[in-house]
């Protein structure tokens, strides 16, 4: 009995060794080469918490959690934490290597001038298919029609998954309206709404985690999900050897771009080893590994030489300029704007 | 009920229990990253396990946790159970049925919350206290259905005796209702080893579980890796029982 | 004087435990019902401080927002509905295996009680992604149901992603805490009732239904309280089986947490579900305690 009390002592204890790096992220988003080759270079030890989602990460912040250092949010969950004050303003003078980022993606809304945050990598929110279940259907790989047009549905029904979030899915549906995914005017909404409703019967779940898995397995055949999973998808189908091929195209009319961005939180234990985290993770080598290991869309020219060709020639990876045209990133929406989208989701789930 | 009759019954219950657990441990031999269908067979997510120190330490600290949750909360609740049971309280059974009427996310916010306002680091601490209160009323519940309907005259019978009462519920009412109180620590133990929600949000940093690691692969892929070291913990944690059950004497399993 | 100061002895520490850290923070959140959300999340603050002074900044919209529309009670109805299902099927299965392992000689019991719980050391997730290669298209079970509903002509059912998938799940993840009350019930039940019950000519499904149910009730008391009131909140299950119907209450609070920030709306929804719950729970357990005053 005592020695169970003397190890709960042990472990209540605060265990904030010396140079320790807290990094929060998402699950699977730093190779882990990476990882070593910086702890070896600061002569620290990094460690590391997982989110799967922004919401989860922007909950326990709002709750009070503290002892990060650095966080990866995304585009709209930073201008969240930007306008809560949440975050460290970056010293320039000790990321250097900030030079290494393309400018399309720097001096964002979210965070004008870059004061707080820095691209990381990114995604684009797009369709995954089983080609050759496409072609057998005679279904079409480059509109948003096919998850959202009855006769194109029919075709495939039962087969199809949507992502689990109101904002993507709502942008999807904009977009294929032919609005922008950041319009927020109600009666574009309630479109948007029927759109979605009217396809719904045809879907076979509303997905966000395991689709990559049911695409993989030849389960499902048509995806609305993230092309850093499609990618993974598409390497997984290959080594397993299967009969089919996946593929994954952004769609004529647009769609999302996801950038995710480093931060620093206000409340940093250690800003000195963050600051050098980042300047780390913008040196072009050290940010190519993570493209090279998930397929994710990197916004750092240094980077480029060191990227495998084929992921740096895919146009859904790499969107060339016509197609940078047509993404958008998502904003973050006003209190009262939420609460109307989310009535509408509600309507759209249980219905 | 005819006896066949039962332990037909029972057995079909167990298959359905088992069910699963069979397509669990078999994929973990798996030779695909995914858990969606067979390949063939691999020892290799045993040894991937094996150098992950992240997913080793959280099983570690799941298994930490567990135990001494379910060990405090066995002890508060056999208390709680004993004083429904014994005394017409009025407001603990509210207490004790509360917890498990509350959805988790609600506990775990506002578990958060408490926490910091109290200035608690979060850690692995801050998860053990969680899983007390959550599970105290699981235990509790146990607990008092066992006693209801106990014979009372049997502790009288010792006190009258001579035995006091404290010597009363130890050597009469403690082994005869000893079944509800393994029944109720396994049950919190179960409880505690597999939470998520709750853990979640009261984890502070570098206190991962395994349910969190686990859940953070989840849209990434949750390889045969997590087959393995489920695998692994089940037989560890059946192990642990089977050595503390020999070593522990027969009086306490109300023989 | 000694019995007053036992009852403390006995119900204080857990009494305290649970006022500290369970009663206070939950006021926490009932207090949070009643507050704005904060702009970006979370919530806004109880005192709002302007030239007059501090004004108490609370609101009933929450709940006004929860009696505005019918969809959120009917989604209730719902969740009670799956709930119910889901308790009356682990009853159903969890009964006669609690009475084998009660029934069996007592050097196995242990063991077999173990076998009940061990796979639910294994992890959650694990568990449901199982059920999944199970219940999915490719699966042998799969095939052989439609195989067979194939031979009436019935087109090929889904069991994935379906309500079906989700309180066939709900039940699984439910059982042990229905077998293992019901067990510490029947474990302790004299088998000399049972003879007796036989000497005086009563046949096996008399001796079951007049002697051995009713003295199990506290335990299947114990089993419902267990498996119906956790269920109600539950939203693991639906998310990742529930396709596109199958959403319980639970899902919508966890939306209410995270996607939409509007932590005083899921509070509110939180404490709507509670205070249901336990009407339910205390109703019934009135009518119990009306009806089993004369069993033992």
Redesign the interface.
Known sequence: MSR?FF??CL??M??FAADEL?L?N???YIAPETVDRFEAYCKCKV???????N??L???L???????DILVPTGNALA?LV??GALLPLDKKLIPNLKNINPAYLNTPFDPGNRYSVPYAYTVTLIGYNVEKMKQLGLPTDTWAVIFDPKYLARVK?RVTVL????ELMAAALKYLGYSANDTVEAHWERAEQVILRA??Y????N???Y???L????IWLVHGYSN?MF?AQS?AK??KRKFTIGFSIPREGAVLALDNMVIHKYAPRPDLAHRFINFMLDGKNSSELTNM?GSGNPNLAALKYINPEIASNPAIFPGKDELGKLEMLQ?L??EQ??V???L???I??E | MSKKLLAVSGIAVYAFLYLPLVVVVAYSFNNSKLNAEWVGFTWHWYRVLLSDDTMLKAAGNSLLIALTASLASTVLGTMAGYALYRYKLKLLPVLVMAPLAIPEILVGVSLLIFFVAINLTLGLLSIMLSHIAFCVGFVAIVVRSRLSGMDESLPEAARDLGATPFQAFRLVTLPLIAPGIIAGALLAFTLSIDDFVITFFTAGVGASTLPLQIYSMIKIAVTPEVNAISTLLMLLTLFLIVVASRLSPDSIRGR | MAKNFGKWLISGPPVLYLVVFFVIPTCIMVLASFRYAGEYGGLAPVLLHDASGAHLNLTLESYQEFFSDFIYSWLFIKTLIYALVTTFFCLLMAYPLALLIARSASKYRDLLVLLVILPFWSNFLIRIYAWMILLGPQSAFSAALNGFLGIFGVGPVRLLFTPFAVVLCLIYVQLPFMVLPLYANLEKHDPALLDAAQDLGANGWQRFWRVTFPLSLPGIYAGIALVFVPVLGIFAVPDILGGTRGIMIGNLIKQEFLEARDWPFGSALSIMLTIGAMIIVGGAALVAGRRGKGNV
């Not at chain 1, 709002?62 to 990060?68: F, N, P, V």
């Not at chain 1, 689990?164 to 904002?167: G, I, K």
């Not at chain 1, 879907?203 to 509303?206: D, G, K, S």
């Open positions: 169970l190890l709960l472990v209540a605060p265990v807290h929060y998402w699950n699977n460690v590391q918490d997982y989110y799967s989602d919401e989860e922007l909950a326990k709002a709750a009070g959690a503290k002892g990060y969240s306008r809560q039962g689990d979030s109101q904002r719904k019967p879907w076979a779940a509303f966000s985690s395991s990559i898995k049911e993989t397995v030849g389960n999973d993974q997984d080594a397993a998930i973050d006003s209190m939420r609460r989208l989310n009535r989701w509600i309507k789930k249980i």
